[in-house]
C-alpha cells in the first residue's frame, strides 16, 4: 500500500513554512529516511547510538511509505535551529525533540489506521480464536463466538500499530500467535514483541544544570 494521501493528513501537524531564502527539499523517501532522521535528531539534541541502523530494523516490518511519512512530519516539526522549540526558550531542544519524534510517530500510525479499519488485528484475531479452540475445544468456545468477543480489540493501541505493518509481517504475528503453547497466559503480547514495532528510542534528556 503506497499511503500517498499521508502527507496532506499530515500535513496538519505542520509548524509553519520553512526558513526563508531556503531551496524547497525533495520529500522523504524509505530508502533515505533513515540518515534524513537520524541527522536532524543528531542536530536537535542528539541521534541514539548507531541510530541509521536501529532505523532501517525498525523500518523492515512497516508499510511502504510509513518512514518516508513519519520523516516529513518531523523535518516539518524539528526544523532547525529552534528544534520545535518555537518561540519559548526555556524549552530545551532534547524535550522538544521527544515530542514530536512522539507526535509524529502516533500522527503517522493514525492515518495508516484510518486506512486498515482494524482488518491487520483481525488477521490476529482470527488467530486467537483458533488457538483457543485448539487449547480450550472448539465446543467450549467456538471460534465466532470468540472473533464475536474479539471485536472491540479492532480499536486498541496495538491495533493502530498493526495496520502500519507490512501484510507479511501480520501473517507472521498470527502464525506466532497460533502456535504458541497452551500454558502461555498471552501469546498475543509475546509475539507481538517479537516483531519489535515500536516507536523510536531516544537519549535520555542530559539532566538539568
Given at each position: 500500500m503506497k499511503p500517498s494521501g499521508l502527507l496532506p493528513i499530515l500535513a496538519l501537524v505542520a509548524c509553519g513554512p520553512s526558513a526563508a531564502g531556503r531551496p524547497p527539499r525533495?520529500?522523504?523517501t524509505d530508502a533515505d529516511a533513515c540518515?534524513?532522521?537520524c541527522a536532524l535528531l543528531e542536530a536537535c539534541g542528539g541521534a541514539p547510538s548507531g541510530c541509521e541502523d536501529e532505523c532501517r530494523r525498525q523500518q523492515e516490518p512497516l508499510r511502504e511509505g510509513f518512514s518516508a511519512s513519519f520523516t516529513a512530519c518531523l523535518e516539518r516539526q524539528l526544523e532547525p535551529p529552534r528544534c520545535g522549540t518555537g518561540e519559548n526558550a526555556s524549552i530545551k531542544k532534547e524535550t522538544a525533540r521527544?515530542?514530536?519524534v512522539r507526535l509524529c510517530w502516533f500522527a503517522t500510525i493514525e492515518a495508516y489506521a484510518a486506512r486498515d479499519r482494524g482488518a491487520s488485528m483481525r488477521t490476529v484475531i482470527a488467530a486467537v480464536c483458533k488457538r483457543r479452540a485448539?487449547?480450550?475445544g472448539a465446543e467450549v468456545y467456538p471460534e465466532k463466538t470468540c472473533r464475536a468477543d474479539l471485536e472491540s480489540r479492532t480499536k486498541d493501541p496495538a491495533a493502530k500499530v498493526l495496520a502500519a505493518a507490512r501484510e507479511t509481517t501480520v501473517t507472521?504475528?498470527?502464525?506466532?500467535v497460533e502456535a504458541r503453547p497452551c500454558g502461555d497466559d498471552d501469546p498475543f503480547q509475546a509475539?507481538?514483541?517479537a516483531q519489535k514495532l515500536g516507536a523510536p528510542k531516544l537519549p535520555a534528556e542530559s539532566p538539568p544544570q
Open positions: 525533495a520529500a522523504p540518515p534524513r532522521s521527544a515530542e514530536n485448539r487449547c480450550d507472521s504475528l498470527a502464525g506466532c509475539c507481538f514483541d
